[in-house]
């Protein structure tokens, strides 16, 4: 499948997950309380792990492995059902022990659920890792978008029974049946459900270093959670993952377009010895264009995007959700190095930045959550911002300087002052009726005034778009 057909189904296959999980969290956010949304996301944080070494790297391998065959795909199920069955078993029976250490039986209940997951998932993992290196976002679209929806379908009945955060672990299970299903039935001729043991050990040289980085990351992504469960309450747990969960909704609409076929085009790029330097630095020119203006336009309409999606409950998430947000003017550093340094091999790089800098986030925001919300959210913050300049001067091993990409950084600084000012003006001295006429008005002031820059300073990308329309 060429890349513009990739990136137009994974492009429907994101903004449709997007609208089914939107619907789906304004209805569950207005049926579970915080503390109970605080119960499921503690639980699923510290599973995380554990999905994490289930995965160890085999859907990253099999993707990027330049010379795949028949006894590499069943030796990485093999590898996929061992792990994924023994974790099952320890999740089962540490499901106590973490409970007492949260001092929530509700903890133990969804660890109960979520081990029947890990028996499933290890049938369709293979099945997804191959088409996705075939580039078949076709087929995963409509596998993902089912699942989306029959998991969302399920959470809102099992919520709407009356069966509170369990409602959450029944839409996970869910999910992961209808990808088995979907997974099996596009299932590659190459794909296979017997076990094979000749390639083992090559995936587990891999599988090593890509499982560390994998863990360390979710060490980090999920340490909010997992810090503030223990030292405050669900609550305050419930109230962080709505603005972090707001902030990756963001994310999604913005990079998950196109994201899912950067390290299968990368590592396709690299396999046939083509030059990604060109292409690495134009992508982040117009992930820049795009992103940072948006950014702005979140923390400017946090108040209202929280309260139209969640309610007035939960309308403390609002300032968590502006310091989290200036993640964003680092999104386009920190997620497409990662995808272009796994895509050529460089996980061990990977590994040693995330060693390092995984752990010491971890260490502050346990200090941070000493004093509170605000402060755990701006430790969430610089480190991420840390992180992201640490790949910049490590894309150099791959003749990507950090003055090429700084030459991208500094015209965008023309583009969203303007827009920081007309939305400062519109915030501050205009009165809307309710939230989504704000939201409308805010959205048209700041894509007019970034479309007369873009004429203003005749930028490059914004001449090239035209020019095509034009011809067609």
């Known amino acids: 499948m060429s890349l513009k057909k990739s990136f137009i189904f994974s492009s429907i296959n994101s903004y449709g997950e997007i609208t089914i999980n939107l619907i789906s969290s304004m209805i569950i956010a207005r049926l579970l309380s915080p503390e109970e949304i605080g119960i499921f996301s503690v639980a699923i944080s510290l599973v995380g792990f554990a999905h994490l070494i289930r995965n160890f790297g085999i859907g990253e391998y099999l993707i990027q492995e330049k010379n795949l065959t028949r006894n590499k795909i069943r030796s990485a199920f093999t590898l996929n059902i061992s792990l994924a069955w023994i974790l099952a078993i320890i999740i089962f029976f540490i ?8 001092h929530e039986p509700g903890i133990a209940k969804v660890f109960e659920i979520i081990a029947i997951n890990f028996l499933l998932i290890p049938f369709g993992a293979n099945s997804i890792s191959l088409l996705r290196r075939n580039m078949r976002f076709d087929q995963l679209m409509l596998i993902n978008l089912m699942s989306a929806l029959v998991g969302a379908t399920t959470g809102i009945i099992c919520a709407l029974k009356g069966m509170s955060y369990l409602s959450l672990a029944w839409a996970a299970i869910a999910g992961t049946c209808t990808t088995i299903l979907g997974a099996l039935f596009y299932s590659p001729k190459t794909s296979t459900l017997i076990p094979g043991f000749s390639d083992i050990k090559s995936i587990i040289h891999y599988g090593s270093f890509s499982s560390i980085n994998q863990i360390l990351q979710h060490l980090s992504v999920t340490a909010p959670d997992i810090i503030l469960g223990k030292l405050q309450d ?6 962080f993952s709505r603005a972090a969960g707001s902030l990756n909704i963001v994310l999604t609409v913005l990079v998950n377009g196109v994201r899912p076929i950067l390290m299968p085009y990368f590592a396709e790029a690299h396999r046939n010895n083509n030059q990604l330097n060109e292409n690495y630095l134009q992508l982040l ?25 969640y309610g007035e409950q939960w309308m403390e998430a609002v300032p968590i959700l502006q310091i989290l947000a200036l993640e964003g003017f680092f999104w386009p550093f920190g997620l497409f190095a990662e995808d272009m340094l796994k895509a050529t091999g460089n996980v ?5 930045i995330e060693l390092i800098l995984s752990p010491l986030r971890f260490i502050l925001i346990i200090f941070a959550a000493k004093y509170g919300l605000i402060y755990v959210a701006f430790t969430a913050f610089i480190s991420y911002s840390l992180k992201s300049l640490v790949f910049i001067f490590t894309l150099k091993t791959l003749n990507i300087s950090p003055l090429s990409q700084l030459k991208k950084i500094i015209p965008n600084f023309f583009y969203i002052t303007p827009i920081s000012i007309a939305l400062y003006f519109n915030s501050n001295y205009i009165e809307y009726a309710n939230d989504i006429s704000s939201i409308v008005n805010s959205f048209i002031i700041a894509l007019l005034v970034w479309i007369a820059t873009l004429i203003i300073s005749r930028n490059k990308i914004y001449l090239q778009f035209s020019k095509k329309i034009i011809k067609s």
């Open 95 to 102: 499901r106590g022990y973490v409970a007492d250490f949260y």
């Open 285 to 309: 020119s117009i992930a820049i264009l795009i992103i940072w203006p948006t950014i702005i336009l979140t923390i400017f309409l946090a108040p209202q995007i929280i309260h139209l999606l």
């Open 234 to 239: 669900m609550y305050t747990v419930g109230i």
């Open 348 to 352: 061990k790089k990977i590994a040693r």
